[in-house]
């Protein structure tokens, strides 16, 4: 299978005259690097929490003599940055749980296609390699189950739950998936 950062296609060649909307990927090598347009190797933000992205700027700055001006404390990029690889996957979660909380209770043939084809694309996409990678291996063992909301939803929370179990972060109960993306928790919590 070609890997996402060899992506070819004639929008892509640099002699067409038409920018490539996947540049980014294309540039990219397996080594969670991607190369600015003048060919030098930045490592790749998506790819890396905060801390690990901050000692690779910090050798690339020795180097270069420049100096970012971000506070050597800070545990994320900054709101109004690119996303590392966590705040990248907060985000990407909150969408993906959101949309499994609102899927249709009885979707039609097509609706439990396009989901599947949904998540097919997104471990294409995910920008961050070594997640997608994963993914598109866990869509394997189990694929998506889109027959109703209920069981997207508990798709959902068993694929992050693996995530977690494979981080080392606590797994999530699956039963309160509704309360913690739909409903709110039962103790009125966000109620508000
Ligand atoms: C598809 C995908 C694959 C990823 N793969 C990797 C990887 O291989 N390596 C890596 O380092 N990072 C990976 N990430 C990022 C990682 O999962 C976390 O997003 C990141 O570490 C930040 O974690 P967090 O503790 O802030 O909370 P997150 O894991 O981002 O969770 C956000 C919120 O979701 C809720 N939640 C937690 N678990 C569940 C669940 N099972 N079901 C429902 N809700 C839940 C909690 O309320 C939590 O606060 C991936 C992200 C995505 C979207």
């Not at 296609?113 to 995910?126: A, H, I, W």
């Not at 027959?147 to 929370?157: A, F, K, Y």
Request: contains cysteine; aromatic residues 10%; neutral net charge.
């Amino acid at each position: 299978m070609p890997s996402r950062y060899s992506y070819e296609s004639s929008e892509g060649d640099p002699h067409s005259g038409s920018p490539n909307p996947f540049a980014s990927f294309a540039n990219a090598s397996s080594t969670n690097t991607n190369k600015t347009q003048e060919g030098e190797k930045k490592p790749c933000r998506a790819c890396m929490d905060f801390k690990t992205w901050r000692k690779q700027q910090a050798k690339s700055s020795k180097q270069t003599g420049s100096a970012s001006g971000v506070d050597s404390t800070q545990q994320h990029s900054p709101s109004n940055c690119p996303l590392d690889k966590d705040q990248l996957g907060q985000h990407t979660w909150g969408f993906l749980h959101t949309v499994a909380a609102y899927y249709p209770d009885k979707p039609s043939s097509d609706q439990q296609k396009d989901m599947s084809t949904f998540f097919t694309l997104l471990s294409k996409f995910y920008p961050c390699e070594v997640c997608a990678t994963d993914l598109a291996e866990q869509l394997k063992v189990r694929p998506p189950a889109t027959s109703s909301q209920s069981s997207l939803s508990q798709w959902l929370c068993w694929l992050h739950n693996g995530v977690n179990e494979k981080l080392g972060k606590p797994l999530f109960d699956c039963t309160k998936v509704n309360e913690r993306w739909r409903d709110g928790w039962s103790d009125g919590s966000c109620d508000y």
